[in-house]
């Protein structure tokens, strides 16, 4: 829980932040502040300061449920992911000085594993690998960043809604997702990274991104775990990536104004 507050709390600093900035970087054709909404944002969706990316990573998340062992003297154990992938893509414009958006899809895949939960360190209940749950995303982020975004190297926070689809391989008879629906959830993201120029055109973004979620366990046709009487069901599932993201900028970079020097016979 400490790793989430720590988002949200760097999400919202860097949202808000707004930095003092040089004469050369406003001299840029792009505005800090809208100004009117026609010509200062819906112009700039028209612009050339759109961007596609890809990206790739790993992800956690919290644990799915607790269960009491089929003999109660045994103990409990946890239903849990271990580290899984995340690749994905996307593609964004930045309308405003120090302001986004972007619209990404990503795909995860995650093993399932149960653990032992008795608190003296037992691997009596442990079971690697009783399937695979896999899910796909599309997101659609507002993005603050804290320099202005030609800046070479910018940290930034998102805020953002995101849609989530469930699928799971079941490799055990102790997790199945037959009868199931496809679970679905709608839910909020926070993100904080940091951008870093490489060329011209091409940039990197390296960045860790909290989201939350229904748990696919629980609910009406939700995946099911047949490995005994569920103790705690949580409604709620946090998941946790660490990114890192290719991106390549449309159009051209404008140089700053630069006021002529007058010469004086």
Same mark, same amino acid.
């Given at each position: 829980?400490?790793?989430?507050?720590?988002?949200? !709390?760097?999400?919202?600093?860097?949202? $808000?932040?707004?930095?003092?900035?040089? /004469?050369?970087?406003?001299?840029?054709?792009?505005?800090?502040?809208?100004?009117?909404?026609?010509?200062?944002?819906?112009? *700039?969706?028209?612009?050339?300061?759109?961007?596609?990316?890809?990206?790739?990573?790993?992800?956690?998340?919290?644990?799915?449920?607790?269960?009491?062992?089929?003999?109660? $003297?045994?103990?409990?154990? *946890?239903?849990?992911?271990?580290?899984?992938?995340?690749? +994905?893509?996307? *593609?964004?414009?930045?309308?405003?000085?120090?302001?986004?958006?972007? *619209?990404?899809? =990503?795909?995860?895949?995650?093993?399932?594993?149960?653990?032992?939960?008795?608190?003296? %360190?037992? /691997?009596?209940?442990?079971?690697?690998?009783?399937?695979?749950?896999?899910?796909?995303? #599309?997101?659609?982020?507002? $993005?603050? &960043? #804290?320099?202005?975004?030609?800046?070479?190297?910018?940290? &930034? +926070?998102?805020? %953002?809604?995101?849609? =989530?689809?469930?699928?799971?391989? %079941?490799?055990?008879?102790?997790?199945?997702?037959?009868?199931?629906?496809?679970?679905?959830?709608?839910?909020?993201?926070?993100?904080?990274?940091?951008?870093?120029?490489?060329?011209?055109?091409?940039?990197?973004?390296?960045?860790? =991104?909290?989201?939350? +979620?229904?748990?696919?366990?629980?609910?009406?046709?939700?995946?099911?775990?047949?490995?005994?009487?569920?103790?705690?069901?949580?409604? +709620?599932?946090?998941?946790?990536?660490?990114?890192?993201?290719?991106? &390549?900028?449309?159009?051209?970079?404008?140089?700053?104004? !630069?006021?002529?020097?007058?010469?004086?016979?």
């Amino acid at each position: 829980m400490l790793k989430s507050r720590w988002l949200v !709390v760097a999400s919202i600093c860097s949202l $808000i932040a707004t930095p003092t900035i040089s /004469k050369a970087q406003l001299s840029d054709s792009t505005k800090a502040e809208a100004q009117d909404f026609v010509r200062d944002v819906l112009r *700039a969706l028209l612009g050339p300061n759109w961007n596609l990316f890809a990206q790739g990573g790993a992800t956690t998340s919290d644990r799915f449920l607790l269960q009491q062992a089929a003999n109660p $003297i045994d103990g409990q154990r *946890a239903l849990e992911s271990a580290t899984g992938f995340a690749i +994905g893509g996307g *593609a964004g414009v930045d309308i405003l000085l120090r302001t986004g958006f972007r *619209a990404s899809y =990503t795909y995860t895949s995650s093993t399932l594993n149960f653990r032992t939960n008795n608190g003296d %360190g037992s /691997k009596a209940l442990n079971i690697d690998d009783v399937g695979t749950l896999k899910s796909q995303t #599309m997101a659609l982020e507002l $993005i603050r &960043y #804290m320099l202005p975004w030609r800046a070479s190297i910018n940290p &930034y +926070g998102t805020l %953002g809604i995101q849609g =989530t689809w469930w699928l799971l391989d %079941g490799k055990s008879p102790l997790v199945t997702g037959i009868g199931a629906a496809t679970p679905f959830s709608v839910s909020p993201l926070f993100s904080f990274g940091f951008q870093f120029k490489v060329i011209q055109k091409f940039s990197g973004r390296l960045e860790a =991104t909290l989201n939350s +979620g229904h748990n696919p366990f629980t609910g009406n046709r939700s995946f099911r775990s047949f490995a005994g009487p569920v103790i705690d069901e949580p409604t +709620g599932l946090n998941r946790t990536s660490f990114r890192l993201a290719a991106v &390549y900028h449309f159009g051209r970079s404008k140089m700053p104004s !630069v006021t002529p020097t007058v010469t004086h016979q």
